[in-house]
């Protein structure tokens, strides 16, 4: 079994769809939470992170963390054309240490005009 | 804004060959990484470093070696190119920021080896 899951998709949603994308994990000793963008032929790219429990906020994007489920979500409000990527979730903690991260297999999302 | 830069974004080289990937990071971040990404395997962990000449072993460090002799410079060596090495190889760098540790990526380099 994966220390991560992720659903590869693709997932499929019209212009300004909400879109959820999520990821399960084994390991209940991880405590960051981190998820990435990253478009054909790019470097994944930051677009946020979480520290344990809750929920946070930015702009159209809201992270969520579930660590009596080993679930975390991003949200995607109002989604665009230009959101049509691969969304990798990230995460670490435990014996595996804080600075090194282990990486979902990424969920391939298109929005459709 | 953080930049991470690798020295190219395609390369192509043949079977045997030594290849050097450079990784360069302007932020004074003390950990470096390098990853490798295939399709359906995701990202996958090859060897990191915390500062300068350390390095630690990742999940797949079989057939690498990496050099850090500069804080800014993380270098990936392919000792003896094989074609299962064809893949694109991901360079990132990391500092804590007092909440978590950011981890930021370069552009990439595919890397095709004939």
């Known amino acids: 079994q994966k220390e991560v899951e992720q659903d590869p998709g693709p997932l499929s949603v019209p212009e300004g769809a909400i879109v959820s994308l999520n990821c399960t994990y084994s390991?209940?000793?991880?405590?960051?939470f981190m998820w990435y963008r990253q478009y054909s032929r790019k470097g994944p790219e930051l677009l946020m992170y979480?520290?344990?429990?809750g929920n946070k906020e930015d702009g159209r994007f809201t992270a969520q963390v579930d660590k009596s489920s080993k679930y975390i979500s991003l949200f995607i409000r109002d989604s665009q054309p230009s959101d049509s990527a691969t969304y990798l979730c990230?995460?670490?903690?435990?014996?595996?240490?804080?600075?090194?991260?282990?990486f979902g297999t990424g969920t391939r999302l298109k929005v459709l005009a | 804004d953080v930049k991470v830069t690798q020295s190219s974004r395609y390369l192509v080289k043949r079977t045997g060959e030594k290849v050097f990937l450079e990784c360069v990071q302007d932020?004074?971040?003390?950990?470096m990484f390098w990853y490798r990404q295939d399709p359906g395997l995701g990202l996958r962990l090859i060897y990191f470093?915390?500062?300068?000449?350390?390095?630690e072993k990742g999940d797949i460090p079989e057939g690498y070696s990496v050099s850090r002799e500069k804080k800014e410079r993380f270098s990936l060596i392919l000792e003896s190119a094989s074609t299962n090495q064809t893949s694109m190889y991901l360079c990132?760098?990391?500092?804590?920021?007092?909440?978590?540790?950011?981890?930021?990526f370069g552009p990439g380099t595919r890397l095709t080896v004939t």
């Open positions: 990132a760098s990391s500092a804590w920021t007092g909440e978590a540790y950011e981890q930021y």
């Open positions: 390991n209940s000793a991880f405590q960051y």
């Open positions: 979480t520290y344990s429990s």
């Open positions: 990230a995460m670490s903690g435990g014996t595996s240490g804080t600075y090194k991260y282990i």
């Open positions: 932020m004074d971040h003390e950990n």
């Open positions: 470093s915390y500062d300068v000449k350390m390095k």
